[in-house]
């Protein structure tokens, strides 16, 4: 596969991951829903760069 594929499928990913914890844990909770979804990125990103980062 290639790398534009991987990173496609990466981001669709979080983008799922995101969207799923906003709807079942924080739907009416701004602020934590905020800050989980920042948590969520951080997460993905430094995954991102420990384990799909080849150069």
């Known amino acids: 596969m ?3 594929a991987v990173i496609i499928i990466y981001l ?4 799922a991951t995101i969207v ?8 009416h909770r701004f602020w934590e829903r905020l800050m989980s979804n920042i ?4 997460v993905y990103i430094a ?3 420990a384990f799909l ?3």
Do not use: E
């Open 2 to 4: 290639s790398k534009s």
């Open 12 to 15: 669709l990913a979080m983008v």
């Open 20 to 27: 799923f914890v906003d709807v079942v844990f924080f739907r």
């Open 39 to 42: 948590g969520i990125v951080l």
């Open 47 to 49: 995954f991102y760069l």
């Open 53 to 55: 980062n080849k150069h």
